[in-house]
Nanobody, 128 residues
Framework: QVQLVESGGGLVQDGDSLRLSCTASGRTSSNFAMGWFRQTPGKERAFVAAITWRYNRATYYSDSVKGRFNISRDNAKNTVYLQMNSLRPEDTAVYYC????????????????????WGQGTQVTVSS
């Protein structure tokens, strides 16, 4: 079991930047990927970005954040970051990090059903 804790959310203005962090603890040796999802009231949790590092090193982004957000990992700290630039009001959501229960790559890493461990979420609010 992997425990995930997000931090870094907050209230910012249109065009600002924020960096979210997700620190993993527990059975991190079995972890090889991490994803970020976001959710707004009344909507499904949606894929934002993912990073894989054990079997293949890759990053994946949703079309809505590609070019603005960057996902990265600090091995020594067991932490994955989501650097969010040029934030827009439509980026307002609760952001969750998640670790998959099995191998994922490509399209699979975008599917929330493969993720079995979730953090508690951190609120990001972008004002216009």
């Amino acid at each position: 079991q992997v425990q995930l804790v997000e931090s870094g959310g907050g209230l910012v203005q249109d065009g600002d930047s924020l960096r979210l962090s997700c620190t993993a603890s527990g059975r991190t040796s079995s972890n090889f990927a991490m994803g970020w999802f976001r959710q707004t009231p009344g909507k499904e949790r949606a894929f934002v970005a993912a990073i894989t590092w054990r079997y293949n090193r890759a990053t994946y982004y949703s079309d809505s954040v590609k070019g603005r957000f960057n996902i990265s990992r600090d091995n020594a700290k067991n932490t994955v970051y989501l650097q969010m630039n040029s934030l827009r009001p439509e980026d307002t959501a609760v952001y969750y990090c998640a670790a998959p229960g099995g191998f994922c790559s490509g399209v699979g890493c975008r599917d929330k059903r493969v993720y079995t461990n979730w953090g508690q979420g951190t609120q990001v609010t972008v004002s216009s």
